[in-house]
């Protein structure tokens, strides 16, 4: 019979090993494409590394642009301080020639105080000798100071001579009279002392 001969196959059969479906593997399958070792960079990689170079470059100029600006700052507060010096030098050079405008109108008045004292006329307790010395107290108090006395050595660089009288003796030249009183303000020389000089005789 032709139906007997055909037997189907039971389903708890089981089969060789190394047999079967080639759906089994022996290993898992890539998952998700991930790129194995040894393959081309990606675009984000690429993009990536272009972000990174691009931050580099920013870091650079941001550093140089800090570095001059720096530089620059410390020029303006190198400048800064000259001219302030500069600006304190000159309001004291200005300040030394306004007072010495102001002693320089003094002086004529100082010369008859002194001209007077010497023929007697500023006798103590008396009105005159009382603004005398008020006057005398105002130019003190103003730094105003007087040079040359006889005895000293003659210095053509702060001494006038108006005369020079040999004298026997003398060593050098020396402050013999003194005409006019020099005076000074500060390192502002006003007036010269004007003075008979003895030098040596021949």
Do not use: C, W
Request: no cysteine.
């Amino acid at each position: 019979m032709a139906d007997k001969d055909f037997e189907e196959p039971q389903g708890d059969e089981v089969r060789p090993e190394g047999e079967g479906s080639e759906e089994q593997s022996s290993g898992p399958a890539p998952q998700g494409g991930e790129p194995a070792e040894g393959d081309e960079l990606t675009v984000d990689d690429i993009l990536g590394a272009e972000q990174n170079a691009d931050a580099a470059a920013e870091d650079a100029v941001l550093a140089d642009l800090e570095s001059a600006l720096l530089t620059d700052l410390k020029r303006l507060q190198a400048e800064y301080a000259n001219y302030r010096r500069r600006t304190e030098e000159q309001r004291e050079v200005e300040i030394e020639r306004a007072k010495g405008a102001v002693a320089k109108g003094l002086l004529p008045v100082l010369d008859d105080l002194d001209r007077a004292e010497k023929h007697g006329d500023l006798e103590e307790g008396t009105p005159f000798a009382a603004i005398a010395e008020k006057l005398r107290g105002v130019a003190e108090r103003m730094g105003l100071v007087t040079y040359g006395a006889p005895g000293e050595v003659f210095d053509p660089q702060q001494h006038e001579a108006i005369f020079q009288a040999p004298t026997p003796g003398a060593t050098e030249s020396t402050i013999l009279e003194v005409v006019e009183i020099g005076y000074r303000l500060g390192s502002v020389e006003l007036r010269p002392a004007k003075v008979v000089v003895a030098v040596p005789a021949e």
